[in-house]
């Protein structure tokens, strides 16, 4: 059974940085893509980010150059680092595994974490 759990989330000023953690269980971590999605109040779930399970990246182009994502397959984690944060980076983060791209995410999703960008 997978479980992924997220944390690092919080309240950061504008400008800021926070780095989101997502511990995953389960078995054959390592041969899935991990990504980010984000849900703002009034929108749809957006794609953030995702990392193939050969280390190959891909960001939305609302965060290239700002966050970075990467994994740590031994520990079983996943990561966003993200930098330089706006206003319009506030939603709640969830991790999900096991997508086929950034449209089409997995199944298995964590409770998500928020992140909060406000001076």
């Given at each position: 059974q997978v479980q992924l759990v997220e944390s690092g989330g919080g309240l950061v000023q504008p400008g800021g940085s926070l780095r989101l953690?997502?511990?995953?269980?389960?078995?054959?971590?390592?041969?899935?893509?991990?990504?980010?999605?984000?849900?703002s109040p009034g929108k749809q779930r957006e794609f953030v980010a995702r990392i193939?399970?050969?280390?190959?990246?891909n960001y939305s182009d609302?965060?290239?150059?700002r966050f970075?994502?990467?994994r740590d397959n031994a520990?079983?984690?996943?990561y966003l680092e993200m930098n330089s944060l706006k206003s319009e980076d506030t939603a709640i983060y969830y991790c999900n595994l096991g997508g086929l791209g950034p449209r089409a995410p997995g199944a298995y999703w964590g409770q998500g974490t928020k992140v909060t960008v406000s001076s």
């Open positions: 953690s997502c511990a995953a269980s389960g078995r054959f971590f390592n041969q899935y893509a991990m990504a980010w999605y984000r849900l193939s399970d050969t280390g190959i990246t609302s965060v290239k150059g970075t994502v990467s520990k079983l984690m996943f």
